[in-house]
């Protein structure tokens, strides 16, 4: 045991001596910032996920263990704000994530650094849906598990509808809200817009009867960018926008749902963008399509995955 720890304490001096090189290079190099911030966030990960397993563990000896998630998310946030120097400034004036129980939260995904935007608004009794392969990585499949994580193998339809189902029960019996990413995968994008939603959470919110909560967070491709290399500290604008209801709602209606609460998002992720970019952000060109021989437009925030 006391050989375990004393290589533990190795791993995270070198480490943190590694990260703290690439910073001292990264006063002239960007891309040398680049590296010492991703290493920043990986540890950040490692510690929050062995940080959750323990805190998984007490808070369902105790009945909390709809917390377990937003314990971690916060523990991220406070190591990657010292790692990176990075935050997410989150306004929810109507105290929406407070008082929002139980909900179905969604947001854009840009990057993965995602991860911090959640670590910094996640509401408590509240768990995340994942790719069942994260279930077999180290420390954070475990953390998942544990804490109630909502598993879904996008490979198997079948799976995936047993899991939606779960979750809705979840949501129904226990007041758990659920946070997912309608786009289902990173965007990478560049200028503030998504990709097409997938109806998976409003199928989810409609058959629970229960709020979407769309969570609207400022195209930050200026401050974090995988393909130029780039990783700056700073603060993303990060907006809780109010509950769309959907009481009365069947599944005749996701379609319409789902195009509405896009379009209310992507406008309010255009007045971030250029509140953090403090100029009017460039927008995604619209879709072209013809009709009876004539070319007409149809604006990206129109559009929606089947």
């Known amino acids: 045991m006391a050989a375990i720890v004393t290589y533990t304490g190795y791993f995270f001096t070198g480490y943190a001596a590694l990260v703290m090189f690439f910073h001292i290079l990264g006063l002239i190099s960007s891309k040398a910032a680049f590296v010492a911030r991703s290493l920043a966030m990986y540890i950040s990960i490692l510690i929050s996920s062995i940080f959750g397993l323990g805190a998984a563990v007490i808070l369902s000896a105790i009945g909390k263990r709809g917390l377990s998630q937003w314990a971690v998310a916060r523990c991220f946030k406070y190591c990657m704000y ?21 909900a179905v939260f969604i947001g854009p995904h840009q990057t993965e650094v995602d991860l911090l935007m959640l670590g910094c608004m996640f509401p408590q009794y509240c768990s995340v849906t994942a790719k069942s392969q994260l279930k077999k990585i180290p420390f954070l499949g475990w953390f998942m598990t544990l804490s109630g994580a909502v598993f879904i193998d996008r490979k198997n339809s079948k799976d995936a509808r047993q899991a939606m189902q779960g979750a809705g029960e979840e949501i129904k019996n226990k007041k758990q809200s659920v946070y997912m990413f309608p786009e289902g ?11 097409p939603f997938k109806k998976g959470a409003f199928h989810l919110a409609v058959q629970a009867q229960v709020p979407i909560v769309p969570v609207v967070v400022a195209n930050y491709s200026h401050i974090y960018s995988i393909k130029e290399m780039l990783f700056k500290s700073g603060s993303v604008p990060c907006k809780v926008l109010d509950p769309i209801p959907t009481t009365g709602l069947t599944a005749a209606d996701v379609d319409e749902l789902t195009r509405e609460t896009r379009e209310v998002m992507l406008k309010e992720m255009i007045a971030l963008t250029e509140k953090a970019r403090g100029k009017t952000a460039p927008q995604a060109a619209p879709l072209l ?7 007409k437009a149809s604006g990206s925030d129109m559009r929606v995955a089947a």
């Open 185 to 195: 995968t990173r965007s990478y994008t560049k200028e503030p817009t998504m990709l």
């Open 82 to 102: 010292v790692g990176t120097g990075l935050t997410f400034d989150i306004e929810d004036p109507k105290n929406h994530l407070g008082t929002a129980r139980p």
């Open 289 to 295: 399509k013809k009709q009876n021989g004539v070319t």
